[in-house]
C-alpha cells in the first residue's frame, strides 16, 4: 500500500466510532483512503455507511494529526493488510464479517499450512495447563500453527508449548498490537513476533476493552482449520466454538474430569458431536495422512447445532 492512503486509512479509522464494517464501505464507494477523507462531507450521504449501527463518526482530526499518527505508526513497526490484498490469510477472507483491515508483527502462515486453534478458561486446572502445552508441542513438532489469543490459562500454556518445540504460534489480541494483555506475556510477546505472529484488527492504542474480546474470536477461528476447546458450561471459550460452527471449522474437545465444573462445557460438546482427543495425533489424523491409520479421516458432525 502506497504510503498515502496508509496514512489516510490509518487517519479514518482512528475516528471515534468508526469501526470496520464503515471503513470497507468507505473505501468501496471511493475506492481510495486518501480521496474517502477529502470527501469526508459526503459520508453520511452513502446509506449503507449511515445505516451501521451507531453513530457516526465526524472528522475530526487536522492534517498535523495525521501526520503524527503516521509517525507513530510507523515506529511502532507494525504492518498493515487489507481484505484487498493478496497477503490476506485465505482461510479467513471467506469467513462471515472478515476484518477489512488487519494490523500485524511477524508473518502470517502459507495458505497451505495447517493451523489448530486452542482455547480454554483463564483459570486453568494444573491438568488443563499441562494438556494445552503437552497438545501444542506435540502439534507444532508436526509442522502445525497453533492460534491463541494470548490470555492467561490455556492460551499462554498453549503458546508457550508450541514456542518450547521452535514452532510457530499466532496470537490474536482483542487490543491494539501495541498494547500487550495481559502486561505479564511481554515476553512471551516478543517470542510470538520472532517466530510468528500476533494479529490486532484494532486500530493501535485500543485497550482492551471486554467487548472486544468476541470480535476477536471470529478471527482466531476464522485463521484455523479446527479449534480445540477445554471449557466450563457458560466460558467465553464457547463463543469460539459458535464461530468455529458458523464458519464450518472442525472442533475437538479435551475432557476433563466429570467432577470439574470447567470441563461441563467440553462434555457437552462431546455429547452433541464434536469430536473427544486424547492427545495431538487425534486432531493430526483429519489432516495428515500418515496419522489416519486404520480409523480412516474422521470429521466432526455437528448436526443437532443446525
Known amino acids: 500500500m502506497e504510503e498515502k492512503e496508509l496514512k489516510y486509512l490509518l487517519a479514518i479509522y482512528n475516528l471515534p466510532g468508526m469501526g470496520q464494517r464503515r471503513l470497507k464501505i468507505l473505501f468501496d464507494y471511493f475506492q481510495s483512503f486518501e480521496y474517502a477523507w477529502q470527501q469526508s462531507d459526503f459520508w453520511e450521504q452513502i446509506p449503507e455507511y449511515v445505516s451501521v449501527h451507531g453513530d457516526p463518526p465526524e472528522k475530526r482530526c487536522s492534517e498535523s494529526q495525521v501526520e503524527r499518527l ?7 513497526e507494525t504492518r498493515v493488510v487489507t481484505l484487498n490484498d493478496d497477503a490476506y490469510p485465505s482461510l479467513l477472507k471467506n ?28 483459570k486453568a486446572t494444573a491438568y488443563g ?9 506435540d502439534l507444532s513438532e508436526k509442522g502445525v500453527w497453533v492460534v491463541s489469543g494470548m490470555a492467561r490459562g490455556i492460551d499462554t500454556y498453549s503458546h508457550q508449548g508450541c514456542l518450547k518445540a521452535g514452532g510457530r504460534t ?6 491494539g498490537i501495541d498494547v500487550i494483555y495481559p502486561r505479564e506475556n511481554k515476553g512471551l510477546y516478543e517470542q510470538i513476533i520472532t517466530s510468528g505472529l500476533v494479529v490486532s484488527e484494532f486500530p493501535l492504542g485500543t485497550p482492551p476493552l471486554p467487548q472486544h474480546f ?23 471459550s464457547l463463543i469460539t466454538v459458535d464461530f468455529a460452527l458458523e464458519q464450518g ?15 461441563k462445557g467440553t462434555h457437552k460438546l462431546i455429547r ?15 489432516y495428515i495422512e500418515e496419522y489416519q491409520g486404520d480409523r480412516g479421516k474422521s470429521k466432526n458432525d455437528f448436526d443437532l447445532f443446525t
Open 95 to 122: 469467513i462471515y464479517d472478515p476484518p477489512f483491515v488487519l494490523f500485524y508483527r511477524g508473518r502470517f502462515p502459507r495458505n497451505e499450512d495447517i493451523c489448530i486453534a486452542m482455547v480454554g478458561s483463564r
Open 272 to 286: 452433541q458431536g464434536a469430536k473427544l482427543i486424547e492427545t495431538a495425533g487425534d486432531i493430526l489424523e483429519d
Open 70 to 76: 503516521f509517525e507513530e505508526f510507523l515506529r511502532s
Open 129 to 137: 495447563r499441562l494438556m494445552a502445552e503437552t497438545i501444542a508441542r
Open 214 to 236: 468476541p470480535a476477536r474470536n471470529r478471527i482466531i477461528s476464522g485463521l484455523s482449520h479446527g479449534v480445540v476447546v477445554e471449557a466450563a458450561e457458560k466460558s467465553g
Open 170 to 175: 499466532i496470537a490474536v489480541l482483542g487490543s
Open 249 to 263: 471449522r472442525d472442533v475437538f474437545a479435551l475432557p476433563g474430569p466429570v467432577t470439574s465444573p470447567l470441563s
